[in-house]
């Protein structure tokens, strides 16, 4: 079992930023491709961005490029995501997950039916 918990979400202005951060627990995710979803009010969730086991490779949301950078720290069993320039549509529930299948180094995936573990999620609020 894997257990993730994000946290870093809060209250901010629009064009701020945040960092928002997943630790893992229960098992080391260094082989685990992992990604992050939001769901905002009403809507779906949806894919944010992913990662590779490796680090080397990353994917985006097409509405998410330039302003959000996804990283992890495998010595820390950590998943970062850096959002920058913050919009009032940034504000949701954002999740990190977990992708036990991803075994290539180079693997990402933006489908949430991918992820096997998923965290509670971290409040983003984006004031304008």
């Known amino acids: 079992q894997v257990q993730l918990v994000e946290s870093g979400g809060g209250l901010v202005q629009a064009g701020g930023s945040l960092r928002l951060s997943c630790a893992a627990s229960?098992?080391?995710?260094?082989?685990?491709?992992m990604g992050w979803f939001r769901q905002a009010p009403g809507k779906e969730r949806e894919f944010v961005a992913a990662i590779s086991w490796s680090g080397g490779n990353t994917y985006y949301a097409n509405f998410v490029k330039g302003r959000f950078t996804i990283s992890r720290d495998n010595a820390k069993n950590t998943v970062y995501l850096q959002i920058d320039s913050l919009k009032p549509e940034d504000t949701a529930v954002y999740y990190c997950?977990?992708?036990?299948?991803?075994?290539?180094?180079?693997?990402?995936?933006?489908?949430?039916?991918?992820?096997?573990?998923w965290g509670q999620g971290t409040q983003v609020t984006v004031s304008s």
């Open positions: 997950a977990a992708d036990t299948d991803a075994r290539a180094s180079y693997s990402v995936s933006a489908y949430s039916r991918d992820y096997d573990y």
């Open positions: 229960g098992r080391a995710v260094s082989t685990y491709g």
